[in-house]
């Protein structure tokens, strides 16, 4: 059974840090594994992915420069290290994975497990 569990979220200040984790359990292979966030009433959007297999990495265009998606060496831990925080990335931030082909990295539909979500608040 896959289990797929984030942390680290919380409140801060406009210009500060998080970091959030996310252990995704119950499963040997991941084709994506990603960041996704949203705010109630809106879309949901894709922050970031790594393609564990290859290594190659994406990031949402809003990101620019300020947030780092990374992985452990059991490549079932994912991080996203988020820097100069702004107001507008306050959103529930889940993380997925998939096992199968993504042709688009930042398409939630194409993930098969997700975790609660985890809340970043950045006050101004």
């Known amino acids: 059974q896959v289990h797929v569990v984030e942390s680290g979220g919380g409140s801060v200040q406009a210009g500060g840090s998080l970091r959030l984790s996310c252990v995704a359990s119950?499963?040997?292979?991941?084709?994506?594994m990603a960041w996704f966030r949203q705010v109630p009433g809106k879309e949901r959007e894709g922050v970031a992915a790594?393609?564990?297999?290859?290594?190659?990495?994406y990031y949402g265009d809003f990101v620019k420069g300020r947030f780092t998606i990374s992985q452990d060496n059991t490549k079932r831990t994912l991080y996203l290290q988020m820097n100069s925080l702004k107001p507008e990335d306050t959103a529930m931030y889940y993380c997925a994975t998939t096992s199968q082909y993504t042709i688009r990295w930042d398409d939630g539909r194409l993930y098969d497990f997700w975790g609660q979500g985890t809340q970043v608040t950045v006050s101004s």
């Open positions: 119950g499963y040997t292979y991941w084709y994506s």
């Open positions: 790594i393609y564990p297999s290859t290594g190659n990495i």
